[in-house]
């Protein structure tokens, strides 16, 4: 597997952004959690 290019082929890409959005939704309920657990 080859380390993160610049310009990854489109299927390459596609599941960057896929990886990238199952990081990134859990991490903005987790902040809204928090969020909603210090105003709550």
């Known amino acids: ?3 993160l ?3 990854p082929p489109q299927p390459q890409k ?3 952004l896929v ?3 199952m ?3 859990p991490a ?3 902040i809204i959690a ?3 657990a210090h105003y709550g």
Do not use: C, D, Q, R
């Open 1 to 3: 597997m080859p380390v």
């Open 5 to 7: 290019e610049p310009n």
């Open 14 to 16: 596609k599941l960057l």
């Open 19 to 21: 990886f990238g959005l």
């Open 23 to 25: 990081l990134a939704v």
């Open 28 to 30: 903005v309920v987790a």
């Open 34 to 36: 928090t969020i909603g």
